[in-house]
């Protein structure tokens, strides 16, 4: 049995789909095939169940998959002991994060300090964040909303205030500040659904009484500020430096308390690289350690429940 055979597996396992997985892992579907067979020919059974060209992993399969993931999971914790063996400089650091901006100054700064160590970087929605937890394959995880999940620990970084964006001549462009109910009628730019920030901010508008009419969704700030903008709608937009330069108008919102929390999490039971571990130290520094709650955020904490800011 080689590694080769079970990474594989796991990846038809995950997907039920030998023409899905074959584009995945970038080989010929006869080739994969074959390689699924050869596993099932020296465990003496089947570990699909198959109907035409629909496969679904059976109860052997089932069981071979968890244990297939742990054994892979315990090889990769030996390669990554001896790469530590070998001092920071030659570690690898996997990230799973819901938005780059936040995040894109200090990696650029500790990659100037230790240019040797290289960063695998998923930019992954909350459910695929759950799934990459269950799979145990990467550091940290990075994002605005709680993540649920035994063995999960999380660290404040970074809190920002949010604010209303609007284009120069718009209706509101000559307030400081609005309540968010009196943009209720207004057409919105926002993430995609199923995006941590989109989920962050529909939660917002709910809290003010309507549901937002999103006309335009994108996956990046930069293309959201663009729309808004060429007069597409308004946004939601974060206080953090990179949004300074997207000349538009920002309308802080009084009511209700508009503001995100970006966390850092990782799994208790991931064996922990040195570079990982001084990548985490270096964040924890670089935004001051966890923030500080202010006077507003204590008198509207009602906001705070069911995981929507953390």
Same mark, same amino acid.
């Given at each position: 049995m080689e590694m080769l055979q079970l990474r594989y597996f796991l990846t038809v396992a995950r997907l039920e789909h030998i023409t899905r997985a074959a584009e995945e892992l970038r080989i010929a579907q006869p080739a994969l095939s074959k390689t699924i067979a050869r596993l099932e020919e020296d465990l003496g059974t089947p570990l699909f169940d198959r109907q035409g060209r629909n496969i =679904?992993?059976?109860?052997y399969g089932r069981a071979f998959q968890a244990k297939a993931q742990a054994a892979l999971q315990l090889l990769e914790e030996g390669r990554r %002991?001896? !790469?530590d063996m070998a001092g920071l400089e030659q570690g690898r650091i996997h990230l799973a994060l *819901?938005?780059? %901006?936040? #995040? =894109?100054d200090p990696l650029k700064e500790f990659l100037s300090r230790h240019p040797q160590v290289h960063f695998h970087i998923l930019q992954a929605s909350m459910e695929e964040m759950e799934q990459l937890i269950e799979t145990n394959e990467t550091d940290f995880y990075m994002t605005a909303m709680a993540l649920h999940h035994p063995g999960i620990r999380q660290m404040p970084l970074l809190k920002e205030e949010v604010y209303l964006a609007v284009p120069p001549g718009h209706r509101l462009a000559g307030r400081g500040s609005i309540n968010l109910i009196e943009a209720a %009628? @207004?057409? +919105?730019v926002g993430y995609k659904e199923g995006h941590p920030l989109r989920k962050m901010?529909? @939660?917002f508008c709910r809290h003010a009484g309507f549901i937002p009419k999103v006309v335009c969704e994108v996956e990046d700030p930069a293309s959201i500020a663009d729309l808004v903008r060429s007069g597409f709608g308004i946004a939601f937009i974060g206080s953090c430096k990179s949004s300074e330069d997207l000349k538009l108008i920002k309308l802080s919102v009084n009511k209700p308390l508009c503001q995100r929390t +970006?966390?850092? !999490?990782?799994?208790?039971?991931r064996y922990? *690289?040195?570079a990982a #571990?001084?990548? =985490? %130290?270096f964040l924890l520094q670089h935004f001051e350690g966890p923030p500080r709650q202010s006077p507003r955020t204590r008198t509207s904490s009602y906001f705070l429940e069911e995981g929507a800011l953390i």
């Open positions: =679904r992993l059976n109860p %002991e001896v !790469a *819901s938005n780059m %901006e936040q #995040i =894109r %009628e @207004e057409s +919105f901010n529909d @939660e +970006f966390h850092i !999490a990782w799994l208790d039971n922990l *690289s040195k #571990i001084a990548f =985490r %130290e």
